[in-house]
């Protein structure tokens, strides 16, 4: 099984300011995907084949990366980019997901 | 505009069993596959298995053979997923989500607690 692992765990950005999240896999996968879960909704696809937007996604949100690093990056924060966010691979059976990012506002 | 509505939550006892429904609207049912996904605080988010719509082939995580068993209904553009020796461990959110680069809409979620 694939593990993904995010970091960092908890992260806190004032409105305006750059935030990156890491997902490191402990074997090589060929894309990454990015989700953002706010409380009390369903996870919502933001960033799929590890660089593509999704459908309705703002263009602060991009994502980066190959083989076991990967990235997703807020480019200036804003307050409704507060959510948990999880990296999922598809490489591989189990398809896994990392343990997430807390964001929240400064 | 593309739906997945799940059942309402369940209060199940353990030994037992229970099905879950999450029926799509909005695009043609067999065009995608459909995803079960579980949701703990604990564990987080954790891949069940994938069902093909047309053809009903699935393929599921170790983790989940002989707990989960995916079914669908192309009648109705329902999908199912029946848990079967519920445990507290399968206590969770149980999430249905559709596979398009990603899974790209997922279901409301329905929450399943098992308690005596």
């Known amino acids: 099984e694939i593990v993904l692992t995010q970091s960092p765990t908890t992260t806190a950005a004032s409105p305006g300011e750059k935030v990156t999240i890491t997902c490191l896999a402990s074997s090589s996968v060929s894309n990454m995907y990015w989700y953002q879960q706010k409380s009390g909704a369903s996870p919502k696809l933001l960033i799929y084949s590890t660089s593509s937007l999704a459908s309705g996604v703002p263009d602060r949100f991009s994502g980066s990366g190959s083989g076991t690093s990967y990235s997703l990056t807020i480019n200036t924060m804003e307050a409704e980019d507060a959510a948990t966010y999880y990296c999922q691979q598809w490489s591989s059976n189990p398809f896994t997901f990392g343990s997430g990012t807390k964001l929240e506002i400064k | 505009q593309v739906q997945l509505q799940q059942s309402g939550a369940e209060l199940v006892k353990p030994g037992t069993s229970v099905k879950l429904s999450c029926k799509a609207s909005?695009?043609?049912?067999?065009?995608?596959?459909m995803n079960w996904i579980k949701q703990t605080t604990g564990q987080g988010l954790e891949w069940i298995g994938i069902?093909?719509?047309?053809?009903?082939?699935?393929s599921y995580n170790v983790k989940f053979k002989g707990k989960a068993t995916l079914t669908v209904d192309k009648s109705s553009s329902t999908a199912f997923m029946q848990l079967s020796s519920l445990t507290p461990e399968d206590s969770a959110v149980y999430y249905c989500a559709r596979s398009h680069s990603g899974f790209d809409y997922w279901g409301q979620g329905v929450m399943v607690t098992v308690s005596s």
């Open positions: 069902i093909n719509p047309g053809s009903g082939g699935t």
């Open positions: 909005g695009y043609t049912f067999t065009s995608n596959h």
